[in-house]
């Protein structure tokens, strides 16, 4: 099939070369923007991001539907396929487990009741990106893949059940908790930062964006500009979204970070056969059969029979005929998570943004936020279940049979950590809980219940702090230059105390070892020597928490942990590093860059960050190919500068390109500025999108 771009209005037919003047003139009074016949106009400009223009919301949705089919088209129908649940059904028995997933927590009947629930104008704008999406596959069934036209055509409430499946089923929980798992894999992180004027050389408010996600899947973000009447903003969202999920418009903008929210509990269950026990007495479990639909390689359908079994407490998601798991998320009844994002796009100034995030309709996510008055805001959003006195710690496994560990409620928006321009000029958050956004702190975690987030600070946090700490005039060329810092703060914790040992060690492996980690520049840049190296000290230490002297303080938040508890340990480690290193790649300094890849389609170049947990902020996560060297498959995806001039000045990156559709340069054109630690101009207008256009489209109405 031909996935490059084609023009909706096709290619001219055959005929002859002269026309009369009759027909000029009537082709220049039709030309432009066809009003009877179109409901958006889309101008995809040369790194492949759509800039939609419609006369209302209704066609604003229905354009940007089609613009993510025209890029993303065969991931978005099969994430709509997925969140049905009938993947099995579709494409066979690689997706038994998913949909079994899928159907067990209740995906399929909660969408359904959740469009319901729409305000009718917000249904009436899903159903809008639906007829985008199902127009474009009506039209271009050639540019799909043959299997996934099945899926079509979609409705609004598929697109609630794949955004409940994101939102709520892979970040707040996901299906690892059908194996046996009680703490779900972390598959989010972010860094964002929000400067103040008056922290500012600018002084200008500075608005940071860099979301750090797996880049395949669900996960995958596309960027846009999306222009009506009533809305104009420019960001990013998860493919098959309707809204912008990270924005700014002309007065402001936010980004997320996943944060440390706990809005998932495990129940663990005494069973009796079809019994629990609840309060002192045994409650029988509710039980509804349902049959998955599996294709066979030749086609034939058969059916594969699944019990959803459920407590007071939610669905049972493991166990066996003694013990089972329940689980119960946040959010459930809270149907409004697009429409939130949608308000949050539209808003005008800080009063008119926090009436909607005050909706609480997103089930997790911090919210940083700054606009063209100054302001800049850290929430701690989501929701955060109210939990009673006496109940159990909701970090563990929680008792089944105790009421008192039963939540029903939420925490209101305004007993949640939130800061409001703070004096000393910035906010950040790395992922790490809400109370060291700023230092010096602002925020008392004695104010709050215990359980609200943990008392802790990751390194990659520090570092983020300790860059604005360290700078009092941060400049729009600072903000993208400190946003690609490769700097390895691990590094600053141990190798003060350790390279003196091995100077003096009697191993000479162990003190040539010393002799590259002292002329190592500490940072995962693509040509350091010595990262490497470092790497394998900290995977042969193993437990990181029994490696320091002195542990994490709250109250010096930024210096510590720091120093080696055991000289002998550590040492030994090194030697260990050495030797790995010697035998799997040859050198004691091999360049970062040779062994860590940035890959995709034909793009195959050397990397510059690396793992969060050595407390790098340019954090990726990587898996060995088949050649030994490691592929970049998640962490730095969408980034955005923002400095909030009149118009707003932005620089934006997607790391791995804005489309997946097979055939386009697009998928990783911007891979070589990613390489470079470059960001690119974006362009917020028409005038702008027009001086950079690769092709033209129009939508077509019903």
Not at 81 to 105: F, P
Not at 634 to 640: I, R, Y
Not at 650 to 665: E, K, P
Request: hydrophobic content about 40%; some cysteine; charged content about 20%.
């Amino acid at each position: 099939m031909d996935a490059r771009p084609r023009s909706l209005l096709g290619t001219a037919a055959a005929g002859p070369r002269r026309a009369t003047l009759g027909i000029v003139l009537l082709a220049l009074a039709s030309c432009g923007r066809p009003q009877a016949t179109t409901d958006a106009e889309i101008l995809w400009d040369t790194w492949g991001v759509p800039h939609v223009f419609a006369a209302d919301a209704d066609g604003l949705f229905r354009g940007f539907g089609w613009a993510q089919m025209r890029a993303h088209g065969d991931l978005l129908l099969t994430l709509i396929g997925e969140a049905r649940g009938r993947g099995a059904e579709y494409w066979g028995e690689s997706w038994i487990e998913s949909d079994r997933w899928v159907w067990t927590v209740g995906i399929p009947e909660r969408a359904q009741n959740w469009y319901a629930d729409q305000e009718p104008e917000f249904a009436r704008h899903l159903d809008a990106f639906a007829a985008g999406v199902n127009a474009f596959g009506r039209l271009h069934p050639d540019e799909l893949r043959d299997d996934l036209e099945v899926v079509l055509p979609i409705t609004g409430a598929d697109l609630l059940a794949h955004l409940q499946r994101v939102l709520h089923f892979s970040f707040v929980s996901n299906e690892s908790l059908q194996a046996g798992a009680t703490t779900p894999p972390t598959d989010g992180g972010s860094n964002a930062w929000a400067i103040a004027p008056a922290h500012a050389s600018g002084a200008r408010a500075l608005l940071l964006a860099n979301p750090h996600l797996p880049w395949e899947g669900r996960y995958r973000l596309f960027e846009a500009h999306l222009e009506c009447p009533e809305y104009r903003a420019y960001g990013a969202t998860l493919v098959g979204f309707p809204t912008l999920a990270m924005a700014f418009n002309d007065k402001l903008g936010w980004t997320h970070t996943v944060n440390a929210q706990d809005g998932m509990d495990l129940y663990a269950l005494e069973l009796d056969g079809d019994r629990y026990r609840w309060d002192g007495a045994w409650r029988g479990l509710e039980r509804h059969p349902h049959r998955l639909r599996v294709r066979a390689a030749n086609g034939d359908l058969r059916e594969e029979p699944i019990e959803i079994r459920s407590s007071v407490h939610g669905p049972i998601v493991s166990g066996d005929s003694d013990r089972a798991l329940a689980l119960r998320v946040v959010g459930l009844d809270r149907p409004g998570s697009a429409r939130q994002w949608w308000r949050m796009g539209a808003a005008g100034d800080l009063a008119s943004f926090e009436s909607a995030t005050a909706s609480q309709q997103l089930p997790l996510f911090s919210i940083l936020y700054a606009d063209v008055e100054g302001n800049v805001l850290h929430h701690f959003g989501g929701l955060t279940p109210r939990r009673a006195a006496g109940a159990s710690d909701p970090s563990g496994l929680l008792d089944g049979s105790a009421p008192r560990d039963l939540w029903s409620e939420y925490l209101g928006y305004d007993e949640l950590p939130r800061v409001l321009n703070p004096t000393t000029g910035w906010l950040q958050n790395a992922n790490d809980p809400p109370w060291n956004t700023t230092l010096p702190a602002v925020l008392d975690p004695d104010d709050f219940p215990q359980y609200v987030a943990p008392r802790r600070m990751s390194l990659r946090a520090q570092h983020s702090a300790q860059m604005l700490q360290d700078d009092e005039s941060v400049s729009f060329d600072e903000l993208v230059d400190y946003k690609h810092s490769t700097h390895v703060e691990l590094a600053d914790r141990i190798l003060d105390d350790l390279l003196p040992l091995a100077a003096a060690h009697g191993d000479p492996t162990i003190r040539r070892a010393g002799e590259v980690l002292a002329a190592w520049d500490r940072s995962v840049d693509a040509g350091s020597s010595g990262a490497l190296l470092f790497l394998l000290l900290v995977q042969a230490l193993g437990d990181e928490t029994n490696v320091f002297e002195r542990a994490w303080d709250e109250h010096d938040p930024l210096a510590t942990p720091r120093g080696i508890a055991s000289a002998e340990r550590v040492l030994e480690a090194l030697g260990a590093a050495a030797g790995q290193a010697v035998e799997s790649v040859g050198a004691l300094d091999l360049p970062w860059g040779d062994l860590f890849r940035l890959r995709a389609d034909r793009s195959d170049l050397p990397c510059s960050g690396g793992m969060a947990g050595l407390g790098i902020f340019r954090s990726f996560e990587f898996s060995p190919d088949a050649d030994g060297r490691m592929r970049v498959i998640a962490g730095d995806s969408f980034v955005s500068a923002v400095e909030f001039a009149t118009p707003p000045r932005a620089q934006a990156l997607m790391t791995y390109g804005n489309w997946t559709q097979t055939g386009s340069s697009h998928r990783s054109d911007q891979l070589p500025l990613a390489a470079s630690q470059t960001l690119r101009e974006v362009w917020f207008s028409r005038t702008a999108a027009q001086d950079h256009l690769e092709r033209q489209e129009w939508v077509p109405a019903e």
